[in-house]
């Protein structure tokens, strides 16, 4: 069989920004067989569930590191602007440092001197009065000095608290940048293992099996109450008979989440790209009020969102358009026929 492309490679120049900076859905679920269904046909359905749950943890894995090099570079910016901070402030106090020596060093010694020459030279008591209220003047301008320069070695040792804490806050941000690219290398290879077992298992199919997984077998009308939803239904419907591709998204490939998003930005909705991320951003819908539209979600039996591999939209009559997974078209199908449906979500109303 040929070799199906991969779109999962991660960048290399993701990974060397970190070290430079440190200064398939399957059939909707877990593929429970069908009567009639080969045993070959069996194992491929349960691959496709597994190489799922795999893109779906590469994904997750590409949005945290996605975060953690955002906040990498908050942290570097932080950094560069304390240091900045801290620079303008030690030449602010060296300098202002200077002058403050001459100041106190000419203060104290005339200080001293302008007192007892007031003493000796007053002719009288208001005279004295006078000339000591005058010392006093500039006693007080010292202080002011004195102040002035006490608020900017405030403001020094204020810069240096500020580019200290910056400078750990971007270690650990480069820290956990590395960490997310361990975590995507991983991920990447586990699903690149899974998509590998899938295309074996595909070529295993019978010449009937693999000819029936290519063909649209449902090219009816399905029609929701006017508006986005219905919008979003349409252009998926549209898309029947597209090949499924890991991590596509439209306008010719889809993977399951794939084509939801794309549907529903040809309706003027943006919503997020991954299976699970939509299940947390739609609004929770009973199955026994669904319309076209809404998005189905499936896992793995546990009834655990974080293990939604698939998603599917709902076209009514029990059906679902979707990408199922590799070896497979964009095609209606049962919504109930072959996982665990985990609940609903409406995009839009």
Known sequence: MTAYPRRFAISKTAV????????LTPFPASAQPQDGTSDAMERYQELGAQAADAEEDLSEAQDQLTRRQAELADANGALARANQALQQAQRAEMSFRDEVDILASTSFRNGRIARWSAILTSDSSQEFLDQMSALGVLANNNSDVLNRLSGIRDQANAARNAAAEAQERAGKAAVEAERAVSTLEGRKARLDEQIEQ?????????????????TVQDSGSYLGPPGAANDALQAALSRRGSEYEWGATGPNEFDCSGLTSWSYAQAGINIPRTSRQQWGAGKPVSLDALLPGDLLFYDDGTGN????????????????VDAPTEGQLVDVRSMEGDGHLIGARRMVG
């Open 16 to 23: 060397a920004t970190v070290a430079l900076t440190i200064a």
């Open 198 to 214: 899938v295309e074996a298992a595909l070529d295993d199919l019978s010449t009937a099996e693999q000819a029936e997984l290519q």
């Open 305 to 320: 969102p974080s293990n939604i591999h698939h998603v599917g939209m709902y076209v009514g009559e029990g059906k679902m």
